[in-house]
C-alpha cells in the first residue's frame, strides 16, 4: 500500500521557482489502486500543474472502474466513474482557500486524499448493474435477473390507500342512511 501511495506524491519543487503561468502535466495509468475502503481499478488520468501567483493550480482528471453493489438485487459489478478536480496550494497561509491547502516546505505533495475524496463523490447515488435490472422479488428475495420465482406482487398505487378510506366512508355513510 505504501509504494501505491507514492504513485500520487509529486515533487513540486522545480515548480515554486519557475515563471508564473509555466505548467506541467503528470500522466497516471495505474492498475490497481487500493486504500482502506476504497479499490479503483485501471486508473487513468492526468494532472496539470501551473504555476500561479498565489501558489500552485491543480487540474486533475480521471477515469477508473469501481465495484459496487447494485442497488436493486444486491449483486455486485464494476462501474465505470469520471471525476475531476481543481485546487489550489497556496505558497503562504495568507492565500489559503477554503481547502486548506498550502505547498508543504519539502516541496512534495501527494494526491491520494484528493483523489480519494473526489473518487467518493464521483460515485452514483443508487448504484444499478443495469438500467434494465429487474431487483429481487419483495415476497421471496430471489433475484429476478436470475430466475422469475411465479410470484406477482400487488401493483402498487400510491393512492390505493386513499381509495380503500373513500370506499370505508362511503360504506359508512350508506349504513347511516
Do not use: W
Not at 411465479?150 to 370506499?167: R, Y
Amino acid at each position: 500500500m505504501d509504494t501505491l501511495r507514492q504513485a500520487f506524491r509529486i515533487n513540486v519543487g522545480f515548480l515554486i521557482g519557475a515563471e508564473i503561468g509555466y505548467f506541467r502535466v503528470f500522466d497516471f495509468n495505474i492498475e490497481s489502486y487500493r486504500d482502506d475502503d476504497l479499490h479503483l481499478r485501471d486508473l487513468e488520468g492526468a494532472v496539470k500543474i501551473s504555476r500561479a501567483q498565489q501558489g500552485l493550480f491543480f487540474e486533475g482528471s480521471f477515469n477508473a472502474k469501481v465495484e459496487l453493489e447494485c442497488s436493486r438485487c444486491l449483486e455486485n459489478y464494476l462501474q465505470g466513474i469520471t471525476f475531476e478536480f481543481a485546487e489550489l496550494f497556496s505558497f503562504n497561509k495568507e492565500n489559503v482557500t477554503d481547502s486548506n491547502l498550502i505547498v508543504p516546505d519539502t516541496a512534495q505533495i501527494d494526491l491520494a486524499e484528493i483523489i480519494r475524496e473526489y473518487a467518493f463523490l464521483s460515485f452514483p447515488i443508487q448504484p444499478k448493474c443495469s438500467e434494465g435490472c429487474k431487483g429481487l422479488c419483495v415476497i421471496c428475495g430471489q433475484n429476478l435477473n436470475i430466475a422469475d420465482c411465479g410470484h406477482t406482487p400487488e401493483p402498487s398505487n400510491a393512492f390505493s390507500k386513499l381509495k380503500e378510506l373513500l370506499k370505508n366512508v362511503e360504506e359508512k355513510g350508506q349504513e347511516s342512511e
